[in-house]
């Protein structure tokens, strides 16, 4: 059974640093990484998506990062702001049939970026 | 961008009755749609997967007479929670697959904004 983890769960910095938000899975038979933010009460947004056969990808200020051997991913978000406090979580779409492509999140990473 | 919606987006209902969650897709046909639960503080939990004109397929521990999922159309599923508890206060989510064409990236699902549900 795929499992995934995130961590820290919690994760408070001043405006301007640079962090990184990790993710790791126990399966590494997987079709695609997929990292979205989540705001308070809110659906979730996606942020990237990395294809199995990809390093990384990058979006603006975000880059992620996989290394699908070791079943790990990482979300580095360069000169946070307040704005990008949220909760993001990483998930996983498997490939095996039994698990029909579905995806598996992970618990999430809940960030506050003071001002 | 692909645009999923669902209706309402909070609701209070009182024990015992039942409450129907709309989840739409705006700009795209959607073959499949999936149902997730979230509850405080946790991730999103699938409930079931709904695929147009067939019935649903839900996980392991879901109630099917509990939460009954209809997908009538490319575009419309709902999920209706019978016989509320308490218990099943939670946000739900619903998220849809566009129906694969030569240009898009397979599988990828857009998801909705929630369903705040509370139950007392």
């Known amino acids: 059974k795929q499992e995934v983890t995130q961590i820290p769960a919690a994760l408070s910095v001043p405006e301007g640093e640079n962090l990184v938000l990790n993710c790791s899975f126990t399966?590494?038979?997987?079709?695609?990484l997929q990292w979205f933010r989540q705001d308070p009460g809110k659906g979730l947004t996606s942020l990237l998506l990395?294809?199995?056969?990809?390093r990384e990808q990058t979006s603006g200020r975000l880059n992620a990062s996989l290394d699908k051997s070791s079943g790990r991913s990482t979300l580095y978000i360069a000169a946070s702001q307040p704005g990008d406090s949220a909760t993001y979580l990483c998930?996983?779409?498997?490939?095996?049939?039994?698990?029909?492509?579905?995806?598996?999140f992970g618990a999430g990473t809940i960030l506050r970026v003071k001002s | 961008g692909a645009v999923v919606s669902q209706h309402p987006s909070w609701v209070i209902c009182k024990s015992g009755t039942s409450v129907k969650i709309e989840c739409r897709s705006l700009d795209f046909q959607a073959t499949t749609m999936f149902w997730y639960r979230q509850f405080p503080k946790q991730s999103l939990m699938l409930m079931a997967t709904s695929n147009e004109g067939s019935k649903a397929t839900y996980e392991q521990g879901v109630e099917k007479d509990k939460f009954l999922i209809n997908h009538a159309s490319l575009t419309l599923s709902t999920l209706t929670v019978t016989s509320a508890h308490p218990e099943d206060s939670s946000f739900y989510i619903c998220?849809?697959?566009?129906?694969?064409?030569?240009?898009?990236?397979?599988?990828?699902?857009?998801f909705g904004p929630g369903t705040r549900l509370t139950v007392t």
């Open positions: 990395i294809q199995s056969s990809q």
């Open positions: 998220s849809a697959r566009e129906t694969w064409t030569s240009g898009s990236i397979p599988y990828e699902q857009y």
């Open positions: 399966d590494s038979a997987i079709y695609n």
């Open positions: 998930a996983v779409r498997m490939t095996a049939m039994e698990y029909g492509n579905k995806l598996v």
